[in-house]
């Protein structure tokens, strides 16, 4: 009986071993299987040239109506994991082969946006998205969104809840070395002990907009700890670019309720310019406006049309029309949008640029089923997804069309030309 104990103490440790061994194993076959996976849903092709004639066409017919100097990218996302000295970071498990889902995730977004060398990311990743619009003609300008980490309420910076992490500056810097193509955005948190001031800095810098992802930044926009931000929002005339309705590119499954639109009133009673990205094309929110006692769930773009059609809001609250060719939104979410005339001047464009470049989210196979463009538009489609997914997803939105037994419905050129006044442009 003495050897017993030890027989089985032994044996718990070649089980434990073979456990690990059989994990590593795993971990290695989700590795290998992730690069293929990353290889067939991103896709990181330079443009090719030429285009056909008939591809050709296609963009000019898009391009119809549309003034090109006032073009604007609303939604261009800038990313990197900090080569360079550019001071940004992702989070350590989207790097990590012990965390195979994120890193999965992370891979695939590096590869949409050219990154083909980790050791050279941020620099290739600049390189590519300005290639990208050179090659085009006529060719839009992108605003640059950076990204601020999350903040405690006290103030206190959270880089270890921080998915990721775009520096104001390396925005700013990026956007200084391209003026022919890019500007740049800010990105401060309104916990931060010196918001306001960091906004104000970044604005006199040349930040054209603020940019917030409520659900992932942990950022309640109906607090009054925003109001120092509100405040000069309003009075420098900038607009606040927050996300609307569910987030799923970057995890926010705590703090999904902060996507709320109606969350947003209280910037707007404070004379804030408010662009509620995606359309809020996405997901369910409580009816903050119902008693609270028996709030029903309300689809977030419908709350969003609520406070569009609010006479106190026509000049201040806007929409953009980033992602909403996502398969995940491309369904009824874009048929209301196509079907509200009356918003389109408040509608702007934006790509939510690298999602465009993954095959997974953008399937014009699905944007066809859904009856928006017929077989042959949907190859020459392919073909400029091929050849530049930026401009691919700008045709893809100016084509595309919604026939109903109630009317003929596409997105108008006011859609894709930035409101006068809505960004302070300054003059060359």
Request: charge should be neutral.
């Amino acid at each position: 009986m003495a050897g017993c104990p030890g027989g089985v103490g032994f044996r718990s440790v070649i089980l434990n071993r073979r456990r690990a061994l059989v994990g590593l194993a795993s971990m290695a076959g989700l590795y290998l299987g992730g690069r293929q996976l990353v290889r067939r849903v991103a896709r990181a092709a330079e443009p090719e040239t030429p285009l056909s004639p008939e591809a050709k066409a296609l963009v000019a017919l898009a391009w119809e109506g549309i003034d090109p100097s006032k073009v604007i990218d609303t939604h261009v996302h800038l990313v990197g994991v900090g080569t360079g000295g550019t001071g940004c970071f992702v989070h350590p498990h989207m790097l990590s082969l012990f965390h195979p889902f994120p890193a999965l995730k992370f891979a695939i977004y590096l590869r949409a946006s050219g990154v083909k060398d980790q050791d050279q990311a941020d620099q290739q990743y600049v390189d590519r998205l300005a290639l990208l619009v050179r090659a085009q003609m006529p060719r839009p300008r992108l605003l640059l969104l950076p990204f601020d980490q999350v903040y405690d309420p006290d103030g206190t910076a959270r880089p270890d809840l921080s998915e990721m992490h775009t520096p104001n500056d390396y925005a700013l810097k990026v956007a200084r070395e391209h003026p022919d193509v890019f500007l740049s955005g800010a990105s401060v948190h309104p916990y931060r002990r010196d918001a306001a001031e960091e906004l104000e800095r970044c604005i006199e810098a040349g930040a054209l907009a603020l940019k917030w992802l409520p659900n992932a930044q942990g950022i309640d926009p109906s607090s009054e700890r925003c109001d120092p931000v509100y405040r000069v929002l309003a009075r420098r005339g900038v607009p606040l670019i927050s996300h609307g309705g569910e987030e799923q590119a970057v995890d926010a499954d705590e703090a999904q309720a902060l996507g709320n639109p109606l969350l947003l009133r209280r910037a707007l009673d404070l004379g804030v310019k408010v662009i509620v990205a995606h359309g809020a094309s996405l997901g369910t929110d409580l009816d903050l406006d119902a008693p609270e006692l028996s709030r029903p769930r309300v689809s977030s773009q419908e709350l969003l049309f609520r406070m569009m059609e609010h006479p106190d809001h026509r000049e201040l609250l806007f929409a953009d029309l980033s992602a909403v060719c996502q398969a995940n939104r491309c369904g009824e979410p874009l048929r209301k949008l196509l079907r509200r005339t009356e918003l389109h001047p408040r509608f702007v464009n934006g790509s939510d640029y690298p999602l465009p470049a993954i095959n997974a989210l953008v399937r014009t196979s699905t944007l066809e089923s859904h009856g928006y463009f017929d077989a042959a538009t949907r190859e020459l489609l392919n073909e400029l997804d091929r050849h530049n997914p930026l401009l691919f997803d700008f045709v893809t939105k100016r084509t595309l069309a919604l026939t109903e037994p109630a009317g003929s419905y596409r997105f108008s050129a006011a859609s894709f030309q930035v409101p006068e006044g809505l960004f302070p442009l300054r003059s060359a």
